[in-house]
């Protein structure tokens, strides 16, 4: 567990600007409307405001929201700073060398930038950490903790974003879900998509018009009302195993989000909605297997789970 050295502080960040550039299928639309349906999840009144405070631009130069888009019109949003929720900061390099970091993330630790997030990510903390700016090859959602590849190299970034793509990067997870599966093993392969969410607009999930997905799953250890799971899954759909294993009947102990059926609970008549990067579940990347771009040798890195996705011989 982190030490309070090893958590940020809620802090005020720089800010950051958005650009859309404007496509034919968006010619005569107002610049309210566009921003309104491209990103629903501020209301209308918001963007509105937004717009008459003067933070929004088009080639340059302020815009009215009734004002109509153009193709090839630059279109910028300049979100002002605003205040980061403190976060887990502490991440262990488990491998490095010239083409490549494989990094522990914690639970809790956004992986890139996005929502209410900019500098308190494992992205930020490790470009803090090495000048060369290494990208991030895949991603893990906040609450997983577990092992992300950074490519330090073109060579790196190139080969393993083609095996992610490919399945010939394999990723093996640890996870707690409730419920009793009749198999030791079993397969998930619903299609996942995008649905329809209020308070996003939109979140991935189970869909029939959705991408082929597929997740396999063994039992490790049966424990009262759930189990510890070994997954593997063959493609990188955003939330996978989360989705799958709610779309199996088995939703992840303490989920916030996803409920049986693989599809997000019903937002709440009165206070905060559950968001995909809330955390309280238990889901950790243990292991990761690849071809290393250098030399083409079999690499595998390792991970320890934390002791709630250890079984009862691995704690002793």
């Known amino acids: 567990m982190a030490s309070s050295t090893d958590r940020s502080t809620g802090h005020l960040n720089q800010g950051w600007t958005y650009t859309d550039r404007i496509q034919r299928g968006a010619e005569g639309v107002s610049v309210l409307e566009f921003y309104t349906e491209r990103y629903p999840h501020s209301s209308p009144q918001i963007w509105l405001q937004r717009i008459e405070a003067g933070l929004v631009s088009i080639d340059g130069r302020q815009t009215r929201s009734d004002e109509e888009l153009q193709t090839g019109q630059l279109l910028t949003y300049h979100r002002p700073p605003w205040h980061e929720d403190e976060v887990p900061t502490h991440f262990q390099i488990l491998h490095e060398d010239e083409h490549l970091i494989a990094v522990a993330k914690p639970s809790g630790l956004p992986t890139i930038p996005g929502g209410e997030f900019l500098e308190n990510t494992l992205l930020f903390l490790v470009r803090q950490r090495y000048p060369d700016r290494p990208a991030p090859i895949h991603r893990l959602g906040r609450g997983t903790s577990g092992i992300v590849i950074f490519a330090r190299s073109q060579i790196a970034r190139r080969q393993l974003s083609a095996d992610l793509r490919t399945g010939k990067l394999r990723k093996t997870y640890r996870a707690l879900a409730t419920g009793a599966p009749a198999e030791n093993r079993f397969t998930v392969e619903a299609p996942i998509g995008q649905v329809p969410y209020p308070p996003l607009g939109r979140v991935h999930a189970v869909s029939p018009d959705g991408k082929p997905s597929r997740t396999e799953c063994r039992i490790l250890e049966r424990r009262p009302n ?15 195993i989360r989705i799958h294993l709610a779309a199996a009947g088995h939703p992840l102990v303490g989920d916030p989000l996803y409920r049986i059926g693989g599809l997000p609970t019903d937002p709440p008549p009165i206070g905060r909605a559950p968001l995909p990067g809330d955390c309280g579940y238990h889901l950790h990347a243990q292991r990761v297997r690849f071809v290393h771009p250098a030399d083409s040798k079999a690499t595998t890195i390792i991970c320890l789970p934390p002791r709630i996705l250890q079984t009862t011989c691995e704690l002793g």
């Not at 759930?226 to 996978?240: C, K, M, N, W």
């Open 226 to 240: 759930a189990v510890l799971l070994e997954v593997d899954i063959h493609t990188g759909r955003a939330h996978q």
